[in-house]
């Protein structure tokens, strides 16, 4: 009988043991679930707040711009000042020459139609150096009016001005609207574009870099072909006495035949007076620019001028008059060719040879003086060979022999009429 109630006890303490697990097995599932319930609301707020950064973010792209004040900050060397943009830029030159035979020791830059005949005041074994080269410029763009259309234009200066070029000097000052163009820069007859590059910041003979005064129009029949028209004030210093009533007339058509060749066609005229006497000036030129290979590049320009002596560099007087006020013009063909080899990024060299030839007129030569037969040139030609080595990108160092001559139109006293130009120039240049 005792066995019964221990059995049922026993039953009892089982069925409030399994009861107790069973509740705390119903707890932590409560508990899990809670956790559980936690996490996916945890995961719904973060999915609501992704979704609303993406809808901003759409919302912002496809908002208009809203509109900045200009910024003066400069970058570099530009700045922007209201809605106008500015650049400035140049660069500081040094050059040097050894000069074995050559011309004045005033000025170091070439100067083959002057250099002295053998034996008559040449001056020899000179080292001459300068910084007059050294630029500063300035680029600015400004919008006009409506559209896309700008006002631009440059200022440039150096100090190459003077007998001596010492002296402060206008290069390019110009202002240009849509396909016009007023002020000074590049002469639209004689450009250069088409000459083998030089250390001589002159360049040499058969080449010109003559800069004028004008007023030119550029009109564009082809993403290839142009046609530009400018008068043009020539400004010939070497005529005495010499009046001009009307500007020079100039035109220039350029075509580029694939992207390796292009081509430019020129012509000039020009009124030339000395008192009231008068003679029609003209001149045609051609240049080509030709990429052989990529990195080799052949450039050649020809010139033949009647009476002028403007345009073209270390020409001979274009008009000179008799003790009767007569008229004489001279007349002349020039010729510039050379091949540049860019060998890599930092070195290039340059192979270049120029040649002018004047007709000897006599009428013309009879009007000179015999001073001035002597220092009237039949010829002159010069040949050239530089590199140029850039061992960081703002730095240039040059180096270039040169040899040339020139033959007068009538000997000196003791019989030369040749003059020997035999230099070797150097350049560093810094470029900002």
């Known amino acids: 009988m005792m066995i019964k109630p221990l059995v049922i006890a026993v039953g009892l303490t089982m069925s409030v043991m399994a009861n107790a697990q069973s509740s705390q097995e119903v707890e932590q599932l409560r508990q899990e679930v809670q956790q559980l319930k936690a996490l996916v609301h945890q995961y719904a707020q973060q999915n609501q707040t992704v979704q609303a950064n993406l809808n901003q973010l759409a919302n912002t792209a496809v908002q208009p711009p809203v509109a900045q004040k200009a910024s003066t900050e400069k970058r570099g060397l530009g700045m922007t000042l209201g809605n106008a943009e500015f650049n400035l830029y140049g660069n500081v030159r040094m050059d040097g020459s050894y000069q074995a035979e050559g011309g004045s020791s005033a000025r170091m830059y070439n100067q083959i139609n002057t250099v002295p005949l053998e034996g008559v005041g040449e001056r020899s074994d000179e080292f ?30 150096d100090f190459l001005g003077g007998d001596k070029f010492d002296n402060l000097r206008i290069r390019h000052a110009y202002m240009s609207y849509a396909n016009w163009l007023i002020g000074q820069t590049w002469s639209n007859f004689a450009v250069p574009d088409y000459l083998p590059e030089t250390v001589d910041a002159l360049a040499y003979a058969g080449g010109s870099i003559k800069r004028t005064p004008q007023v030119r129009y550029t009109s564009t029949f082809s993403p290839a072909t142009n046609l530009v028209l400018a008068v043009e004030d020539p400004k010939d210093a070497t005529i005495t006495g010499i009046k001009q009533r009307l500007p020079a007339l100039t035109a220039r058509l350029n075509h580029k035949f694939a992207d390796n060749l292009s081509v430019s066609a020129r012509a000039m005229g020009n009124e030339k007076r000395v008192k009231e006497d008068e003679e029609m000036a003209w001149g045609v030129g051609l240049g080509a620019k030709y990429e052989v290979v990529p990195g080799t590049t052949l450039k050649a320009d020809y010139y033949h001028v009647k009476g002028d002596s403007s345009f073209v560099t270390y020409a001979n007087k274009g008009v000179v008059a008799d ?110």
């Open 128 to 157: 001459k150096s300068t910084l007059s080269a050294t630029r500063l410029g300035m680029d600015f763009k400004a919008p006009v009016g409506a559209g896309d259309k700008a006002l631009s234009g440059k200022i440039e200066v």
């Open 323 to 432: 003790i009767t006020d007569n008229l004489y013009q001279s007349e002349f063909d020039s010729i510039s060719v050379g091949i540049t080899q860019q060998f890599n990024d930092k070195l290039r060299g340059t192979l270049g040879y120029g040649y002018m030839s004047f007709d000897q007129d006599a009428g013309y030569i009879d009007a000179l003086s015999a001073d001035d037969k002597t220092k009237t040139n039949k010829d002159l030609w010069q040949a050239w060979a530089n590199v140029f080595y850039s061992p960081i990108k703002p730095v240039s160092l040059g180096l270039e022999y040169v040899y040339g001559e020139r033959t007068a139109l009538e000997a000196a006293t003791n019989g030369s009429n040749k003059g020997e130009d035999n230099r070797i120039n150097m350049v560093a240049i810094y470029n900002f």
